[in-house]
């Protein structure tokens, strides 16, 4: 009995799936070859909706973006060196120096926000060791001074402004210390140096960005940095932070101290290419590197006034050479980190609040208005085709980010945007171009048409390339924006035709 009934289940299991085709189908459908299922499917797969293009690599993470769409951001030194007149104390001052009676962080960061400015950065410990805050590592602190009777903290008075108006914070913490003993001796200074950024890091709350240096007189005692330990116990603690350094790792130092990227400046570079206070690698810093294997886009930092502490002698920049150095930095694909330092009374000069608000009122002139939207615009192909969501109208939007302009990958000709007036000529003298940079940093060189004549060239872009045209302002029918060079397809996400009325360019004769 058993090999009858055992013959019975095989025949049943291999019979189910004939019976299940065969049900409900007529004898000529039955005849029909394979492969016409295959291209029903195919043909549905080509009717999606257009897919985005694949990223070109190395990317910038989601810290990384956020901060360089603040595009400016403000650093403030302050310490000793504001009593004693310096820019490099010597580390044996007395904390007693150290008294600020009029202090007011919150002074300060109104004076940031009106400055439209998100990120406030502050010399917690600068090269002369002098902490402002209560640090139990040493009594070389805001401890000893006669500042509120040694009781208190400019770092949480910092901290508690900054968070009341929405401002976020970063600290700098000298790795060089002219003050402590241990300084010369590897493992010593270095555990003295990691507790004092677990406590920054620990007591504080949130930190968005924290800044190390390579800064060393001549004559120091010969120290090694555990730069790497370091790294490591930051982003421990703080998983939201951007480390600035010369080889990042989330942000490099452009190489200089004006505030000034390359003309070409790529936010790739290779980080093995890279070491802290490194003099001979300022050229590379300030270019980057199209080859990059690592995203770590460039900071320029420079100070308000020729020095970075507060002297009475100094007075702040004019408004000409402050929006040379916008165009030079955040024009360039970079944040400009402007050095705003209190003063002894502990305050930010009235002189240096107001031409903050001078900036500020001049950006928001020159870029309230976009030119561009009163053209039409065409462009020299298309991805995926006129309903595809990837036109030329993305690139006047308000995300600079995530819609864009993509033309086929096919299109191997030059790749161009179209601006067109349709009432009269417009006038301008500045045109903004933004790559899509969270799919990569893309373009190579570009070059741009008014009226068909060549007007400025350039080569990267980045998440903001700024032309402040060198012969002053144009009125014209048309713009073109041609890229001639660029790694895959170039991803176009904003475009800016803007009048600055405050570039009044030498004629030349």
Not at 283 to 296: A, E, F, I, V
Request: glycine share 8%.
């Amino acid at each position: 009995m058993a090999r009858p009934h055992t013959f019975f289940y095989i025949i049943t299991f291999i019979s189910l799936p004939f019976v299940f085709s065969f049900e409900g189908q007529s004898p000529s459908n039955l005849r029909k070859p394979l492969h016409a299922s295959v291209t029903s499917s195919r043909n549905s797969w080509q009717e999606q909706v257009t897919t985005p293009p694949l990223p070109i690599l190395p990317l910038p993470t989601f810290s990384q973006l956020q901060w360089q769409q603040r595009e400016v951001i403000m650093f403030h030194h302050f310490g000793v060196n504001t009593f004693t007149d310096s820019e490099w104390g010597t580390g044996q001052e007395s904390p007693s120096i150290f008294n600020p009676t009029g202090l007011d962080t919150n002074q300060w960061a109104d004076t940031v926000a009106q400055a439209g400015v998100s990120l406030m950065i502050l010399t917690a410990k600068h090269h002369d060791g002098f902490c402002l805050w209560p640090s139990k590592y040493t009594a070389h602190s805001v401890v000893g001074s006669p500042w509120k009777n040694g009781h208190g903290d400019v770092v949480q008075e910092f901290v508690n402004a900054a968070k009341a108006r929405g401002i976020d914070v970063g600290l700098y913490l000298s790795p060089w210390d002219r003050h402590d003993p241990r300084y010369g001796h590897n493992k010593e200074y270095n555990e003295y140096y990691m507790a004092q950024l677990q406590e920054l890091l620990n007591r504080y709350g949130s930190v968005r960005e924290i800044w190390f240096d390579g800064a060393k007189g001549e004559n120091t005692p010969n120290m090694t940095y555990y730069f790497s330990d370091w790294f490591s116990m930051v982003t421990e603690l703080q998983s939201t932070i951007n480390i600035f350094s010369d080889a990042g790792p989330g942000i490099r130092w452009v190489g200089n101290e004006k505030g000034f990227a390359g003309s070409t400046c790529w936010s790739t570079i290779n980080r093995t290419s890279l070491s802290i206070g490194n003099g001979s690698i300022v050229d590379y810093l300030n270019t980057g590197d199209p080859k990059g294997t690592d995203w770590l886009p460039a900071e320029c930092d420079v100070s308000i006034r020729k020095g970075w502490f507060w002297h009475k002698s100094q007075a702040p920049k004019r408004l000409s050479e402050l929006l040379e150095i916008y165009y030079n930095s955040v024009g360039r694909n970079c944040v400009l980190l402007l050095n705003v330092p209190p003063n002894t009374a502990g305050l930010i000069s009235e002189i240096d609040v107001q031409r903050l608000k001078e900036f500020r009122g001049a950006i928001d002139t020159i870029f309230s208005t976009n030119l561009a939207e009163k053209c039409s615009i065409r462009a020299s192909s298309q991805r995926g085709g006129e309903s595809s969501g990837f036109g030329p109208d993305n690139v006047l939007d308000n995300d600079h980010l995530w819609t864009y302009w993509a033309p086929t990958d096919e299109d191997e000709k030059d790749h161009w945007i179209e601006f067109k007036a349709k009432t009269g000529k417009i006038k301008f003298n500045v045109i903004r171009i933004q790559e899509a940079i969270g799919l990569g940093q893309r373009i190579k060189e570009h070059k741009i048409y008014v009226d068909g004549n060549r007007i400025a060239e350039g080569t990267t872009i980045g998440y903001k390339k700024l032309h402040r045209l060198e012969k002053g302002v144009v009125e014209a029918y048309s713009v073109k924006i041609k890229i001639v060079g660029s790694r895959g397809t170039p991803l176009i996400s904003s475009v800016g035709l803007h009048f600055d009325p405050f570039w009044h360019p030498k004629m030349v004769h």
